[in-house]
């Protein structure tokens, strides 16, 4: 899978991450943001990854005309 994306780069300690928190609701990192969408944790960015690629793979698949799954 081929992504754009720009690494963010935020201080070690936790308190001094307000820009964390205001996009995710928590100072933790990894967080991804999509758009409109963000997913913080690792194991749910991974999840939202394999979705979207399932979602391309589908819509690749899917005969022409046909509406995407």
């Known amino acids: ?3 754009d ?10 308190r001094d991450r ?3 928190d205001e996009l995710s609701g928590q100072r933790w ?6 758009g409109e969408q963000v997913v913080a944790d690792s194991h ?3 999840e939202y990854l ?5 979602a391309r793979v589908s819509a690749a698949e899917a005969p022409a005309g046909a509406e995407p799954a």
């Not at 394999?50 to 399932?54: F, K, Q």
Request: without cysteine; proline residues 10%; glycine residues 4%.
């Open 1 to 3: 899978m081929e992504i």
């Open 50 to 54: 394999d979705h979207l690629e399932g």
């Open 5 to 14: 994306y720009a690494e963010v780069r935020v201080p070690f300690l936790k």
């Open 18 to 20: 307000p820009e964390v």
């Open 29 to 34: 990192v990894p967080v991804l943001v999509d």
């Open 44 to 46: 749910r960015i991974l």
